[in-house]
């Protein structure tokens, strides 16, 4: 490994095709990555939620590994613990579902961690800065390592219309106060006639904001609703649409802002890398088997997430994310992250 310049100029976008494991090898051994042998290398994933059949298989992320391993440094994979009960919530849940999926010690032969801590309560605050957030909270991982490799699962998302290496930055190692500051303006409305009263929502609701009457139909207190957006989504007769308390634009806003401020700090020794396969229409955080809406596209990588993720849309092309999520103006992250200056 060299310990010069990035090979990568920082507005510069590797890319290879395929959907394998040795397709990403190629890709990885293109990139001279700013790491200095023997520091520790953080790797962002996304292990999935119980249930969910659309996650990344651990082959990539120890493909990944066995890179670092070779570079000399100190690789380790990690998420976050989330907002909305299932099989992530806490870090004891959430190793657990990692297991479950294959993300074991041994198969990626490196620690597996929980970013936050086990309680989700590790969590440091820093600078914003734009519209929303004079200061972000996020996980404490962002000063416990000395580098990062931000490896996401490029796919759609129900209120970002597609989720890749912002997201992953933003939502991926926010702390769960500030996720819940980003989806705080979202609620849940009813479409009485859809609804078939089977009380998943309020089974499923971690703020005890949703209760189902015995002679009626459910209702949500707004109030007490933190906006993860969990009824909506697992909702098995889509009977549940979001009401925004604000314009949606302002959701991508934030999911920028955020990102933004986590990148401000491990920007200067981070990787990302984009895998554009099995590109389903929805999160990895939500239970379930997506349909796929475009080919698998191959990996993109470079050395800023706004540019991985522009050139990601640029292959697949904007189309399926739009017929998936109609009327989300996922646009507005890119357009707001060049107004604060969250560009190479
Ligand atoms: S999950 Fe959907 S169908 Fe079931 S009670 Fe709630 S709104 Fe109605
Ligand atoms: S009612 Fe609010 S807090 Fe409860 S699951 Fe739905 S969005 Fe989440």
Same mark, same amino acid.
């Given at each position: 490994? /060299?310990?010069?310049?990035?090979?990568? *100029?920082t507005a510069?976008?590797?890319?290879?095709?395929?959907?394998?494991?040795e397709?990403?090898?190629? $890709?990885l051994?293109?990139l001279?990555p700013?790491?200095?042998v023997?520091?520790s290398?953080g790797? %962002?994933?996304?292990w #999935?939620?119980? =249930?969910?059949? =659309?996650? $990344?298989h *651990?082959r990539?992320?120890r493909?990944? @590994?066995r890179?670092l391993?070779?570079?000399?440094?100190?690789?380790?994979?990690?998420?976050?613990?989330?907002l909305y009960s299932?099989g992530?919530?806490?870090?004891?849940?959430?190793?657990?579902?990692?297991?479950?999926? #294959?993300?074991?010690e041994?198969?990626?032969?490196?620690?597996?961690?929980? &970013?936050?801590g086990?309680?989700g309560r590790? +969590?440091?605050?820093?600078?914003?800065? &734009? /519209?929303?957030?004079?200061? @972000?909270?996020?996980?404490?991982?962002?000063?416990?390592?000395?580098?990062?490799v931000?490896f !996401?699962?490029? %796919? &759609?998302?129900?209120?970002s !219309?597609?989720g890749?290496?912002i %997201?992953?930055?933003?939502m991926?190692?926010?702390?769960?106060?500030q996720k819940? /500051?980003?989806?705080?303006?979202?609620?849940p409305?009813?479409?009485?006639?859809?609804?078939?009263?089977?009380g998943?929502?309020?089974?499923?609701?971690p703020?005890?904001?949703a209760?189902?009457?015995?002679? &009626?139909?459910p209702v949500?207190d707004?109030?007490a609703?933190?906006g993860?957006?969990?009824?909506?989504?697992l909702?098995?007769?889509?009977?549940l %649409?979001i009401?925004?308390?604000?314009?949606?634009?302002?959701?991508?806003?934030k999911l +920028?802002?955020?990102?933004?401020?986590?990148?401000?700090v491990?920007?200067?020794?981070t990787?990302?890398?984009?895998a554009?396969?099995?590109? +389903?229409?929805?999160?990895?955080?939500?239970?379930?088997?997506h349909?796929?809406?475009?080919?698998?596209?191959?990996?993109?990588? =470079?050395?800023?997430?706004?540019l991985v993720?522009?050139?990601?849309?640029?292959?697949?092309?904007?189309?399926?994310?739009?017929r998936?999520?109609?009327?989300?103006?996922w646009?507005r992250?890119f357009?707001?992250a060049r107004?604060?200056?969250f560009?190479?």
């Amino acid at each position: 490994m /060299r310990e010069s310049e990035p090979k990568i *100029p920082t507005a510069d976008i590797l890319h290879v095709p395929g959907n394998s494991a040795e397709s990403l090898r190629c $890709l990885l051994q293109d990139l001279s990555p700013p790491f200095t042998v023997g520091e520790s290398v953080g790797i %962002k994933i996304h292990w #999935g939620e119980r =249930g969910n059949e =659309g996650f $990344l298989h *651990p082959r990539y992320a120890r493909e990944i @590994v066995r890179w670092l391993t070779e570079l000399g440094v100190r690789p380790f994979v990690f998420d976050t613990t989330v907002l909305y009960s299932g099989g992530r919530r806490s870090g004891e849940e959430s190793l657990k579902t990692a297991a479950e999926h #294959g993300f074991t010690e041994a198969y990626l032969e490196c620690p597996v961690r929980i &970013g936050d801590g086990m309680d989700g309560r590790d +969590v440091v605050e820093i600078e914003g800065g &734009g /519209r929303h957030f004079p200061s @972000v909270q996020a996980a404490s991982i962002l000063h416990k390592a000395d580098a990062f490799v931000i490896f !996401s699962h490029f %796919k &759609g998302h129900m209120v970002s !219309s597609f989720g890749g290496a912002i %997201k992953n930055i933003s939502m991926g190692m926010a702390s769960r106060a500030q996720k819940q /500051r980003m989806h705080a303006d979202a609620h849940p409305v009813l479409s009485r006639k859809r609804c078939i009263r089977c009380g998943l929502c309020v089974e499923v609701c971690p703020a005890g904001a949703a209760a189902m009457p015995a002679d &009626g139909d459910p209702v949500y207190d707004l109030n007490a609703c933190i906006g993860c957006a969990q009824c909506i989504a697992l909702c098995p007769q889509s009977a549940l %649409k979001i009401l925004w308390d604000t314009d949606i634009t302002v959701f991508q806003e934030k999911l +920028v802002e955020t990102a933004a401020a986590i990148w401000r700090v491990i920007g200067p020794k981070t990787v990302i890398v984009n895998a554009l396969i099995r590109i +389903v229409t929805e999160c990895d955080c939500l239970p379930g088997n997506h349909p796929v809406i475009a080919e698998d596209a191959g990996f993109v990588a =470079g050395r800023h997430p706004v540019l991985v993720d522009e050139e990601s849309i640029r292959r697949i092309g904007a189309e399926p994310f739009d017929r998936a999520h109609a009327q989300i103006p996922w646009q507005r992250q890119f357009a707001y992250a060049r107004e604060i200056g969250f560009t190479p």
